[in-house]
C-alpha cells in the first residue's frame, strides 16, 4: 500500500489541528450545561475559525461531570477534564494547557454566566492584540457584586495604568505564546491582562453579554482578603520580582528611620535628666518601629541574595522581534 506524500501528511495534520482552544471551567452548573454548549456550537458553526472545546470539571459536587460525559459522547471536537477536587481556575486552565492544540486559547468560567455565542468577537479581535478581556455588559449579577468589581478595577487600573472596566471577568481570549511566557498561578488567572501588559503585550477589551441567571455573591470577609492579597502579590511580580529590597526596604526604611529617632529622643531625654521614659508607650512605639524595620530591610537583603543567586534564570523582559 502506498503511503502518502509527506506534503501531504503535513497538510492534512494543519488541517486537524484548530486555531482556536476554548477552554470552559465548570463548578457545580448542571442547570447552564446544555445551553452553553449549545451556544458554544452555534458559535463554532458561524465562525471561519477552526476550534475545538475543552470542558474542565474544577470539582464539581453535582452531576455536572455525567452531564458533560453525556455533551461529549454526541460533540465532535469536544474533550473533558475533570479534577479530583476544587483546584481553582488557575488550575483548571493550566491543566486544560496541556492537551490544547489551538495558538489562540479563549478562557471562559461558567461562574459569570456571559452569552458563550460573543466569544467570537473575542478571537476577532486576537487578529490585533495579544489578550482581549472579555467586559461583562450590561451586567446583570447583584449590586454587591458590582460595587467590589467597580472598586476592585478601579485600583489595579491604577497600579498597573490600564483603562479596562472588567479585569476580572473571568473570560479572556489569548495568544498562547503570552500563556507560555507570562506566569499565572493560584488565582492570578483574572490578574493575567496586568501581568501581559507589564511584559509589553497588548491588551485590549471587548463588551460581552451577561445572561441572567444564578450568581456568587461576595458576602464573605475573607473573599476580600484573599483579593487584596492577590492584587499585592501581583504588584510584587510584575514590578519587584528581581529587586525585592526596593519592595520592602522603603518601608523598612522609614519605619527604622522613626523608631530610632523616637528612642535618640528618648535617650537625650533621659540622659539630660529631664524625666524617666520607663513605661511610656512612646519607648515601645519606637522601638517596635526600630525593629520591624530592621527585618524589613533583612528580608529583602535576604531576597536579594536569593535573586542574585538564580538571576540568571529569571527573565523580566521580552522580546517581539530580531532582525539580523
Known sequence: MALPHTNEIDIHMAKAKPLV?????????KEYLEQLNSDLRRMQEDSESSFEIIYVDDGSTDSSWRMLKEIGEKSPNTHLIKLRTAFGESSALEAAM??????????????????????????????????????????????????????FNRITNKIAKLDLRD????????RRDVLERVPFY????????????RQGYKVVEEPVEQLPGKFDQSLKAKDYVRRFLDLISVVFLSR????????????????????????????????????????????????????IGLQMIAIGLLGEMIIFTHARQIREYNIEEIVE
Not at 479585569?167 to 489569548?174: H, K, L, W
Open 21 to 29: 482552544s476554548v477552554i470552559v471551567a465548570i463548578k457545580n452548573q
Open 98 to 151: 496541556e492537551s490544547a492544540l489551538g495558538d489562540w486559547i479563549v478562557f471562559y468560567t461558567s461562574r459569570v454566566r456571559v452569552n458563550a455565542r460573543d466569544l467570537s468577537r473575542l478571537v476577532d479581535r486576537l487578529a490585533h492584540a495579544d489578550v482581549v478581556v472579555g467586559a461583562r455588559f450590561p451586567r446583570r449579577d447583584s449590586g454587591l457584586n458590582q460595587f467590589v468589581s467597580k472598586i
Open 167 to 174: 479585569i476580572n471577568s473571568g473570560v479572556f481570549a489569548v
Open 186 to 197: 493560584g488565582a492570578l488567572n483574572s490578574f493575567l491582562p496586568l501581568l501581559a501588559s
Open 240 to 291: 519587584y520580582s528581581k529587586k525585592p529590597l526596593h519592595f520592602l526596604g522603603f518601608g523598612g526604611a522609614i519605619m527604622a528611620v522613626v523608631g530610632a529617632a523616637i528612642d535618640l529622643y528618648l535617650f537625650i531625654y533621659r540622659i539630660l535628666g529631664f524625666g524617666g521614659i520607663a513605661g511610656r508607650p512612646i519607648l515601645l512605639l519606637g522601638t517596635v518601629c526600630l525593629v
